[in-house]
């Protein structure tokens, strides 16, 4: 029988292995390994999740449901892992919703100078417990006429310290980390407040220029007074359709802590949609990267990269637009990445129910087709409404799994559908060379799940998931592990982006395309988890934005490293 | 409904009997009539009433008094005048007719029965019906008048009503007579699962076939609330279980071939899916599954069948899927030309049926 090494055991591993980083620095020509540290040997082999309550951690996404049924409501809220003060655990940020008045033609004000409704940062403490540093931080105040949607992280400056940027139905707000434990609202200087309704976004560089630019979805041309509700004797929210469309936003990074708004001129304005989910790589291999956004009934926009400032929108001529039906998706999550090991990024979309979650292998030469049936989504994820979704390798066997919070728009969707559910527990689904089945999640208590974030947030060597829903405190799937290998790789750009972000790096047969991005609303940990089965070392090949290409032999298992780009 | 037959009656009304009455009544009747005329109805009811006093024998002194009540739309008022009417002139169609619909207008609706069939009105008689608790009469005279003005909504909405009325009526029947049979439980089952309680309709099925399972249908019915609970497995199960009791049913073939390529099965799915289009030929919907399911693992058959799909809707929303499809096929295969086009005909086809569907009400 397995044995599961306490968390407060494997964390004091953690430390002493930290103390020693310094020192062992690692130099594997052409690589560079910096600094790395090994988790202790796990026992076991299934992935098993454990739902737990984060001990410190007091957050309740207040999204303040009214008998308006503003469309707003329901659509909170985002999370993010990130590892803020460099050291070496990872941190969570939860965007909050705010106070809707239950009257006719509420107002712009969501009392978030409230603590209730304030966004939250837990700082994680050594022994796994977490701090409340929201105040200390600097992150307190969110605007009073923001109602908080969703949040990105990048290293917009390659200063070293990740920074924050939050979206809200109202203005965005940057916050630049000054690598102190603080961070300062530089919205105003760095021109990215945009404005009206947006949801998820993300940083990604998309001229490979070294600096990470900002890319922004907006979900619909909405306002409060605009808001109506639909359903008669049972009022409910009104679908995307009944609202005009929108354009989504591309911020170019000018390097001087400012950003240009080229939505037009990059073509990125020449589409309007429903945009909610935004997910990032190169699907074509020609060392741009692309953009997917995740459509409410529009169809779903592919923007290729043009490679010189420039996007078209190719969903319709590269199969990734509509469901394999010819219908339009009722996208919300997505993920973008290989799930099938043929090194090409592949999409998984989740939608509303009636339609299972939508997979677009790519097939290569650009082109996409709809394969969920043949992944095994059609048994998966008939009745469920997804959302915040990661493939990320939870059992470490080499193949990408999915995980997939779930929970219908409607509140009283029950009274409409009696085969439809407002709360559903996650969906596990693990990876058989390309044929996902269901597994236990951890927990079938249901939940409005919303966002996900992903990440390895006890350093075990094990990817964990930290979920939000609505009304509710946040849910923390704490992966156990087993015996399986892994590593877990830190890129440091140079001449790219410090973050890596758009770097392809193959481990072993398996591809990941460097982000943060992804999900519904959410940020996942940006370092790359790879699951090694039974090897017990690793080659690696890292193709970076800036073109450099660097590869590592016989690597061994079970450690995080990080690897910096080598000169050209 | 009531009011658009009674207006059409007024303004036709049926030849009445000749008055035989004295020069004074006439005189009170041709000022009524005048008033009438005029739209003065309560001037008219007060001379008709007087005739009335005069001469309370004359059956078309009282006809006039309940009309001019009718066209006040006043059919409290009328009915009485017009019962007075009917008895003094028995045969009176015309009578019969106010009488009827003056009483149907009020609610009552089994006092007006007798009255419109006497004069066959066919759509009247068939509403009263259905107040009065007859939705199979009601349908069969529903359907009567509906002959002769086809697509009347007024009569369409009763109709609608009238059959769902048969239908519970009917299913309390069999429930009340057999509460546990195969059939019951059928019925129950179809119920739960129009009402979308899947896990009840599930055990109502399951009882049907436990009693009767040899009958045809049932596996079906259960096979089918699995799969609109997205349970494909033991909707394959079921299905599979119809194709045995019915060899011969392209449709137990259509939905298990479905049903396995919802799982993936993609291979078992065309084997079933060819089987249901060698049952019944040229079915849109298999031909698309089938299309789907070789998509696949065998791009010239899946070519094969969308082409038939398109040869056999032309330019239906499934004609536009089929076309999508097809180009998909063909980029992968590197026939970007003929992808375009296709691609080209999906876009005119969903300009096409986008504007139907604006259309339509």
Known sequence: MARRIPRRE????????????????????PVRILAGYSAAAKPKSDPIFQAKALKGVDFVLRNSPTSRKYLIETMPGGVALLDYNNDGLLDIFFVN????????????????????????????????????????????????????????????????????????????????NNGDGTFTDVTAKAGVAAGGWSASAGFFDCDND?????????YLDWSMEKSKTCGSERPTYCPPGEFPAITNILY??????????VSVASGIAAKKGHGLGVAFADYDGDGFTDIFVANDVTNQFLFHNNGNGTFTECGLESGAALSENGKMLSGMGVVFQDYDNDGLPDLLITQLPHEPYVVFHNEGRGLFSAQELTAGFGVL????????????????????????????????????DGSLRYREPPLLALNHKGRFVKADAGSDVPVAGRGAAFGDLNNDGWVDVITTSLGEAPQCYLNYGGELHWL????????????????RVQVNGQTRFATASGSYLSSNDKRLHFGLGSAETADIEIKWPSGIQQALRGVKANQFIVIEESAP | MIHALLWMCLLFPPQSAEPSVSPEVLTLLQAGTDAENRSDFDQAIAAFRRAANLDPTAGIVFFKLGDAYMKKRDFAGAISPLQRAAELSPESLAVRQLLGYALLAEGYASQAIPHLTMIHEYGA???AQLQTGQPGEAVANLQAALAKSPDDPDLLFYLSRAATALSGQSLDRLLSVYPKSARGYQALGQTDYEMKVFPKAVMEYEQAIAIRPDLPGLRLELGQVYAAGSEWEKAEEQFRGEAKLQPGSPEAAYRLGNALMQQGKMKEAIEELRRSDLLRPNMPETLYALGRAAAVVDPNLAEHAFARVIELEKETPLAGQAYLALAGIHRKQGKTELAAREMQEYGRIQTLTAGLEHKNP
């Open chain 1, 10 to 29: 494997f964390l004091a591993s953690l430390g002493a292995a930290g103390a020693t980083t310094a020192a062992s620095l690692l130099s594997l020509a």
């Open chain 1, 97 to 176: 919703g705010g106070h809707v008045r239950d009257i006719v033609g509420a107002t712009m004000s969501f009392d978030r100078r409230n603590p209730a409704y304030w966004n939250r940062l837990y700082r994680q403490n050594p022994d796994g417990t977490f701090t409340d540093v929201t105040q200390q931080a600097g992150l307190a105040d969110a605007g009073n006429s923001n109602y908080g949607m969703g949040v990105a992280v990048g290293d917009y400056d390659n200063d070293g310290f990740p920074d924050i940027y939050v979206t809200n139905f109202g203005k965005n707000i940057l916050y630049h």
């Open chain 1, 210 to 218: 070294g600096r990470l630019d900002l890319f922004v979805t907006r």
């Open chain 1, 252 to 261: 170019h990074n000018r390097g001087d802590g400012t950003f240009e708004d």
């Open chain 1, 381 to 416: 994820s008939g009745n469920s409404s997804g959302w915040g979704v990661g493939l990320e390798d939870f059992d470490n066997d080499g193949w990408k799994d999915a995980f997939i919070v779930q929970g219908h728009v409607f509140d009283n969707v029950e009274m409409y």
């Open chain 1, 488 to 503: 877990t790789i830190t890129l440091r750009g140079k001449r790219s982006n410090r973050d890596g972000f758009g770097a």
């Open chain 2, 125 to 127: 008689l068939g509403i």
